[in-house]
T-cell receptor, first 112, second 113 residues
């Protein structure tokens, strides 16, 4: 999994499997978290966000889980598709309303 | 048209040259940001601006300057480019709450030789 501050980890899955990408954050003051997807040659794209008053939030094929006790965030992608291949990274706001701190990302590769 | 447009997409420049990267947005957002992305280091904040009259340094502002010419335009300048400024540069915008995520441009790949 990913931690704000480490080398880029990789995750390889088969098409159709579920993917879980992890992120450990360090700032206990953070109350807003976002997952981004970055495809090769493109800018980061917003996937889903979650506020600290929630433990889980679902989108289309994606779910974000937040565990504030251990400062851990995860992104679950259901029925992973080749188009999901990208770098995924989390961001935290450190309790501020103007600045995000980004993790280094996890490279997801989907094998057909 | 893209919500956040960066120009140029790619640029190769020589050490010591002045270069400007431009960003324009149609989101109507007040807040704009410049980030730098390096392999293994993630996205790092260079400068940010909350409105036309507001400019703030980020964590790695040395060697860079910015100009907020209008609500929709935020440019980044390297006064005297050096090779370790070779990176991928992203402009981003957000609304006033900062709690609906950022919208990023497609990036400018800058190489300083």
């Amino acid at each position: 999994g990913e931690s704000v501050g480490l080398h880029l980890p990789t995750l390889s899955v088969q098409e159709g499997d579920n993917s879980i990408i992890n992120c450990a954050y360090s700032n206990s003051a953070s109350d807003y978290f976002i997952w981004y997807k970055q495809e090769s040659g493109k800018g980061p794209q917003f996937i889903i966000d979650i506020r600290s008053n929630m433990d889980k939030r679902q989108g289309q094929r994606v779910t974000v889980l937040l565990n504030k006790t251990v400062k851990h965030l995860s992104l679950q992608i259901a029925a992973t598709q080749p188009g999901d291949s990208a770098v995924y990274f989390c961001a935290e706001n450190g309790g501020s309303n103007y600045k995000l701190t980004f993790g280094k990302g996890t490279l997801l590769t989907v094998n057909p | 048209d893209a919500d956040v447009t960066q120009t140029p997409r790619n640029r190769i420049t020589k050490t010591g040259k002045r270069i400007m990267l431009e960003c324009s947005q149609t989101k109507g957002h007040d807040r704009m940001y410049w980030y730098r992305q390096d392999p293994g280091l993630g996205l790092r904040l260079i400068y940010y601006s909350f409105d036309v009259k507001d400019i703030n340094k980020g964590e790695i502002s040395d060697g860079y300057s910015v100009s907020r010419q209008a609500q929709a335009k935020f440019s980044l300048s390297l006064e005297s480019a050096i090779p370790n400024q070779t990176a991928l540069y992203f402009c981003a915008t957000s609304d006033q709450t900062g709690r609906h995520g950022y919208t990023f441009g497609s990036g400018t790949r800058l190489t300083v030789v």
